[in-house]
């Protein structure tokens, strides 16, 4: 297990270096000048030059990257051209706002995706089932902004029962330990702020949660239909098993590994895929701080940005295989 | 063994989902996040006066002298001051940390009295002696640090070009400014945001980390940062004025999308609203516990025609598009009418605006004509680039470049439009490479010369003139009008420039917009201000 780990995490490293020169050049080929960005509207040629040369962008390419990955060694994220801070301090509060926004909805799409996955290969071909895959399709279909203004207008506006956007209630605010709300308020014992915590996660939780909600309830249902089918569900009947038994105990344990799959890749999804959400919510998250230093061409943020949410998607992915081994034992690591 | 963990695992998702629910269902709202019980900015927890300002996005730094975003300024107005300040909805001069200025007879020295009995939020005394350290900080600085230092007064310490020769202090309430030559926009530059004085005890002690906390003697102290969502500032209890302000604390949130920030403001969740589309005006004004704010105007939109590329090099092509567009259809359909037609580069309220220019008024038949002239009889084809931002001065570019499309279409002209991400579209359009483009400028200091100069002369080909419009008259009359300190003699030489500008159409003015702000119909005293940083020091709640 600790060798397949340990081999595991050696194949990162080819994975993230690659990953890493694509993105340094694929920002370079996009149009626009940082220190133009920084400078504004009145600036100078002659300031122009002069900053490209302090931020090093006068260099060659190669340069510049060597520089990067030497920095990256070092564990050194680079410095921000816009704010003059050192990313790996900065990037924080941003990637603890998703985190806690990203969990939520992942928990959300998986208790109900599954459980209408399940019910719906049940009862195949029932009222149910239909509805639930019509829905499902809705889900992966709605454009997540038009769904983020319309649950803001019901459930804030019209209802007053939600908060529509931000972490917390400013005119009470929580103060920050760990960035990650939900802990900080537990920590301090403000259980009223935690209330108004989870209450701000909810709605842009829910825009989040639709498509991976609908995706794992159509793959729980595919997956659960063709072990409904294998023989020892039958013989699990025969025996006088209640169906629920069989369903939930027997046959799940065998769906579930093609479902755990899908869920480590939304879970991923989720971290970086989240800028419209964090958009039309006003959440500060990662998704929205890598797309304003991509409109501000801050490329040292942009780069370290990608690399940290593409680090964490390959944990996640590495701690669903591991999981595969807990849940199936005829799976072996060597 | 094995199967136990993962039904742990679902039972710990079950009883997560309960708490979230408990949460949700738990009537009593204890965080004042509903109208219905919010009264009005202050939470039943304390008596505290909150006010709430939403907008659309976060500041870049809080040290004004590094900041060129109305976003950094929105914040620092109110926690640093100025030695002057502007009128309460307009550009003129008043007292700020000086109470007096003096300006000798040849526009070379300016004699500034100060406030006594002012001192930074850190306790420093505020005197001559931190004006000086504040202007020596930023002459000894770099255009990165401190760009708009280098944008009004022309270069830093040693620069050929540079405006301000010394700051010296006399006394302790006494700062004398000696210019390298006369400056006529000088006293409005000083009012400028940018040029707020701060602590110089903070600033030596921060560094270049001064932006993160900002000290200065204004009205409201800073007391928190949570980057991209909200910065707060509370109440400054040692402010050199008694009666001011009126609030406790004022929180400035970053909500970047224009409907979510209204839905914040219908559920209470903010006080007050920034950029708010012209299209949503009348759901405010519907609204009775809400009211409407209006931003006076201090900007342009236009449609910029490159006079280095063909056929805009020819003049009377530019007046053909000029008498094609329909400006008012424009300004009736997007802009709701909060805004005035343009036909000069700049707003009626600036000093110097000539009225007497008649404007191109619509007529499809005189441009028709024009391009027969020219020799285009047929028409031709263009690109027609469209902003994909929405500004104030521009709330929805790609419709106003549909209805220009159509336009052009009438007498012939094929205009294809085109859009960029924002910062690409910029730097294209510095470079010259867009027929016709979109764009607009929100006046920094209520100066003619801060529109003219700025966006028309040849000097500024490669930065803002993105028009490259280039002409030897007007740049005489515009450099002349730099240094002359006669308000009459000036607003002559503007005038003159106008009508050059005018004949030759560079541009197609569009509108000067009225920008709009939402707010709870309990809040009082509330004054946008033209530049767009607004001073709360007054603001209450009824």
Not at chain 1, 233 to 245: E, I, L, N
Request: aromatic share 12%; hydrophobic share 45%; proline share 5%.
């Amino acid at each position: 297990m600790l060798h397949y780990i340990g081999k595991r995490l050696l194949q990162l490293i080819p994975v993230l270096l690659g990953m890493t020169f694509i993105v340094f050049m694929i920002i370079r080929a996009i149009p626009g000048n940082p220190a133009q960005v920084i400078l504004g509207q009145l600036a100078s040629k002659e300031a122009i030059e002069a900053l490209e040369i302090k931020l090093g962008l006068n260099q060659p390419w190669y340069t510049q990257y060597f520089d990067y990955l030497v920095g990256l060694l070092k564990g050194d994220l680079g410095e921000s051209m816009r704010t003059v801070q050192p990313v790996a301090k900065e990037i924080w509060p941003y990637l603890a706002a998703t985190i806690e926004l990203a969990f939520f909805a992942i928990i959300i799409a998986v208790i109900i995706g599954v459980n209408a996955g399940i019910i719906s290969a049940w009862f195949q071909n029932s009222w149910f089932d239909y509805m639930a895959m019509v829905l499902a399709l809705i889900g992966v279909s709605m454009p997540i902004f038009w769904l983020g203004l319309m649950e803001q207008w019901i459930f804030g506006v019209e209802l007053q029962w939600l908060p529509t956007t931000g972490r917390e209630e400013v005119r009470d605010p929580v103060n920050s330990i760990t960035s990650l709300y939900i802990i900080d308020t537990i920590i301090q014992g403000r259980f009223d702020q935690l209330g108004t915590v989870l209450k701000h996660l909810i709605l842009p939780g829910i825009a989040l949660a639709t498509i991976p909600m609908a995706i794992i309830a159509r793959m729980t249902r595919s997956s659960m239909l063709e072990v409904m089918r294998a023989d020892y569900v039958r013989t699990a009947r025969a025996k006088g098993q209640k169906m629920f038994f069989v369903v939930y105990k027997h046959s799940l344990k065998n769906a579930i590994i093609p479902v755990l799959t899908v869920i480590g890749l939304q879970t991923g999804l989720l971290l970086g895929g989240a800028i419209l959400t964090e958009t039309i919510f006003g959440w500060p998250g990662i998704g929205r701080y890598i797309y304003e230093a991509i409109s501000f061409r801050d490329y040292p943020v942009i780069q370290s940005g990608i690399l940290v949410v593409a680090f964490i998607f390959i944990m996640i992915n590495l701690f669903v295989d591991i999981l595969y081994g807990l849940v199936d034992p005829r799976i072996k690591y060597d | 063994m094995r199967k136990s963990k993962i039904w742990s695992f679902m039972l710990l998702m079950f009883v997560a989902l309960t708490v979230v629910l408990a949460a949700c269902s738990s009537g009593d709202s204890s965080d004042g996040d509903t109208k219905k019980d919010n009264d009005k900015g202050t939470t039943d927890t304390s008596e505290e006066k909150v006010l709430v300002f939403g907008r659309g996005g976060d500041s870049v730094t809080l040290d004004p002298a590094g900041a060129t975003d109305g976003e950094s300024f929105k914040v620092t107005q109110n926690v640093l001051e100025t030695l002057l300040n502007f009128g309460e909805q307009n550009t003129e001069i008043n007292e700020g940390l000086a109470t007096k200025w003096e300006p000798s007879e040849d526009g070379l020295t300016y004699t500034f009295t100060l406030r006594e009995g002012v001192k930074f939020h850190d306790g420093t005394d505020f005197n001559a002696e931190a004006v000086v350290k504040n202007f020596e900080r930023w002459a000894n600085g770099s255009e990165d640090l401190f760009p708009y230092y280098k944008s009004m007064f022309g270069g830093f310490a040693g620069d050929e070009s540079r405006v301000i020769d010394s700051v010296t202090a006399e006394g302790d309430y006494t700062v004398i400014f000696k210019l390298t030559r006369p400056q006529a926009p000088f006293l409005k530059n000083i009012a400028m945001s940018p040029f707020a004085i701060a602590s110089p005890t903070a600033f030596e002690a921060a560094g270049d980390k001064f932006g993160d906390s900002p000290v200065g003697t204004g009205p409201f102290k800073f007391v928190e940062w949570k980057r991209n969502d909200s910065i707060t500032i509370e109440k400054n209890d040692e402010y050199w004025n008694s009666e001011e302000p009126k609030l406790d604390k004022v929180v400035f949130r970053a909500i970047p999308d224009n409907s979510a920030r209204l839905n914040d403001l219908l559920t209470g969740a903010i006080d007050l609203a920034d950029g708010v589309n012209p299209s949503d005006g009348t759901t405010v004004e519907a609204e009775a516990a809400l009211q409407l704010f209006e931003r006076p105007s201090m900007n342009v939109g236009y449609l910029g025609l490159t006079s280095t590329r063909p056929p805009f090099d020819n003049q009377k092509v530019r007046q053909a598009v000029n008498y094609a567009i329909d400006k008012q259809a424009i300004v009736d359909a997007f802009f709701e009418g909060r805004a005035e037609v343009a036909k000069n580069p700049m707003p009626s309220t600036i000093s110097g605006y000539n009225d007497d220019i008649p404007g191109y008024e619509y007529d499809p038949e005189k441009a028709k004509q024009l391009l027969a002239e020219a020799g285009f009889a047929d028409g031709f084809e263009m690109e027609l680039w469209a902003m994909p931002v929405p500004r104030p001065y521009m709330p929805d570019g790609a419709k106003v470049a549909e209805a220009i499309q159509k336009n052009l279409a009438d007498v012939g002209i094929t205009a294809n439009i085109v859009s960029y991400e924002w910062a690409t579209y910029l730097e294209k359009a510095e470079n010259g490479e867009a027929d016709a483009f979109l764009l607009g400028w929100t006046g920094d200091n209520g100066d003619a010369d801060n529109f003219i100069y700025v966006l028309l002369d040849e000097d500024n080909i490669g930065s803002n003139n993105y028009s490259y419009y280039s002409n030897d008259e007007t740049h005489k009359l515009l450099i002349e009008a730099q240094t002359e300190v006669d308000e009459e003699k000036r607003n002559e030489l503007y005038k003159q420039a106008q009508e050059i500008i005018f004949e030759d159409a560079p541009w197609v003015p569009l509108a000067h917009s009225t920008p709009l702000l939402a707010g709870d119909a309990e809040i009082i005293n509330f004054k946008p201000h033209p530049t767009g940083s607004d001073r709360l020091n007054k603001v209450d709640f009824k």
